[in-house]
């Protein structure tokens, strides 16, 4: 089992910048491969983000150059850096993991953090 709870959240304006946080525990976190979905009201969860356990990252072409994602394996978290955001980023935005090292559906979620974006 995975728990991930995130936190970092919060409104913003146009332009502004967010960092949210992703603190797992449950297994070996440096053995994780991590990832960021987001949900906007009204749409379907939509990948943003993801890192394996080697430090691979890929992006939403939607995000790409905006948003970093990276991991502090010493304290068992992954981070979404997200700069220069607008209003279409405005969702409540969910840490997974799919248990294992390389990418897969994911299997863990945790329980997602409003981010709000102001015009």
């Known amino acids: 089992q995975v728990q991930l709870v995130e936190s970092g959240g919060g409104l913003v304006q146009a332009g502004g910048s967010l960092r949210l946080s992703c603190a797992a525990s449950?297994?070996?976190?440096?053995?994780?491969?991590m990832g960021w979905y987001r949900q906007a009201p009204g749409k379907q969860r939509e990948f943003v983000a993801r890192i394996t356990s080697g430090g691979s990252t890929n992006y939403a072409d939607s995000v790409k150059g905006r948003f970093t994602i990276s991991r502090d394996n010493a304290k068992n978290t992954v981070y979404l850096q997200m700069n220069s955001l607008n209003a279409e980023d405005t969702a409540v935005y969910y840490c997974?993991?799919?248990?294992?090292?390389?990418?897969?559906?994911?299997?863990?979620w945790g329980q997602g953090t409003q981010v709000t974006v102001s015009s």
């Open positions: 449950g297994k070996i976190f440096r053995t994780l491969a």
């Open positions: 997974a993991t799919p248990g294992t090292g390389y990418w897969g559906p994911p299997g863990y």
